[in-house]
């Protein structure tokens, strides 16, 4: 269980450090990553009024399934809908989680429909 405790810990210690550094304002809002064992969800948010502009998850496309292909699906959604409310560009929040797997694949969806980060 002592390892469990510790990889969180390092975990809240990446999100913290990020966070001092990324803030949304109405120009430039947050793209905010979440994942869990199942599902991937993200959300644009403007730090400033402190509301979600956009969301988006794996749960609400009624995907199954944790895989990179869900993590893609998320990221082209979640674009297009930032880009029908003509948001252009986001400062990329991965949370604490390392830019790799299923962080990396929304990124690069999204960017590849056309949001810019």
């Known amino acids: 269980m002592k390892k469990i405790y510790q990889k969180m810990a390092r975990l809240e210690r990446r999100k913290k450090r990020i966070r001092k550094k990324i803030f949304g304002t109405p120009s430039c809002p947050r793209l905010r ?3 869990t064992l199942n599902h991937i969800y993200a959300q644009i ?8 502009l956009v969301s988006t998850s794996s749960v609400q496309l009624k995907i199954k399934g944790g895989n990179t292909e869900s993590a893609k699906q998320v990221g082209t959604i979640l674009a297009q809908k930032a880009l029908a409310l ?3 560009c986001v400062a990329f929040d991965r949370g604490g989680y ?3 797997g299923r962080i990396k ?3 690069d969806s999204a960017r590849e429909a056309g949001l810019k980060f």
């Open 45 to 52: 948010i403007d730090d400033t009024q402190g509301r979600t």
């Open 86 to 88: 003509s948001i252009p």
């Open 98 to 100: 390392l830019y790799h």
């Open 33 to 35: 990553v979440t994942k």
């Open 105 to 107: 694949a929304l990124a």
